[in-house]
T-cell receptor, first 112, second 110 residues
Framework: TAGITQAPTSQILAAGRSMTLRCTQD?????MYWYRQDLGLGLRLIHY???????GKGEVPDGYSVSRANTDDFPLTLASAVPSQTSVYFC???????????FGSGTRLTVV | GENVEQHPSTLSVQEGDSAVIKCTYS??????FPWYKQELGKRPQLIID?????GEKKDQRIAVTLNKTAKHFSLHITETQPEDSAVYFC?????????FGKGTMLLVSP
């Protein structure tokens, strides 16, 4: 089944540790995005990529990095996790631009 | 950058009633306005969208209206059903990314 896959589903991480959240899509979508969802704050954009080889910063990029080496994969890395990065992280993709995002199932991250 | 305000934050209705959720945006260059529904523990899913050259769009029981002059758009759900209970997000975009509102929790009581 075509779609977008995130891993892991959930994770508890010690503060100061690093972690990479994985996102893979098989729809050959050009654009990919990372959002974090916090209660009462909605979905906030962390980083995005309009096409393979390019990335851009969103509203809340600090403490996160991304890479887009190919069309299918868009990993999100936390270099040194802090408790304020406790959140649900959603990856999304679209054929081009902001039209018709498809979201992954999310990764629930708890930093302790 | 774009700023999207969404109201109300919670909305309770009786089954069969109508529900209206309103959003305003700040960037006059925005031209695409989707609405997403997120059920508890699930991913957001696109339910309807509208572009700035259209004032209203309807899909069965849901409709979206857009007022570009006032920079606001609304989601209308008629004949609500318990399965409409979810969090609804509006969003706006003029470029390559979406800016989301903070969400509205809709509760439909039988």
């Amino acid at each position: 089944t075509a779609g977008i896959t995130q891993a892991p589903t959930s994770q508890i991480l010690a503060a100061g540790r690093s972690m990479t959240l994985r996102c893979t899509q098989d729809m050959r979508h050009n654009a990919m995005y990372w959002y974090r969802q916090d209660l009462g704050l909605g979905l906030r954009l962390i980083h995005y990529s309009n096409t393979a080889g390019t990335t851009g910063k969103g509203e809340v990029p600090d403490g996160y990095s991304v890479s887009r080496a190919n069309t299918d994969d868009f990993p999100l890395t936390l270099a040194s996790a802090v408790p304020s990065q406790t959140s649900v992280y959603f990856c999304a993709s679209s054929e081009t631009g902001p039209y018709g995002y498809t979201f992954g199932s999310g990764t629930r991250l708890t930093v302790v | 950058g774009e700023n999207v305000e969404q109201h109300p934050s919670t909305l309770s209705v009786q089954e069969g009633d109508s529900a209206v959720i309103k959003c305003t945006y700040s960037d006059s260059a925005s031209n695409y306005f989707p609405w997403y529904k997120q059920e508890l523990g699930k991913r957001p899913q696109l339910i309807i969208d509208i572009r700035s050259n259209v004032g209203e769009k309807k899909d069965q029981r849901i409709a979206v209206t857009l007022n570009k002059t006032a920079k606001h758009f609304s989601l209308h759900i008629t004949e609500t059903q318990p399965e409409d209970s979810a969090v609804y997000f509006c969003a706006a975009s003029g470029y390559s990314t979406l800016t989301f509102g903070k969400g509205t929790m809709l509760l439909v009581s039988p």
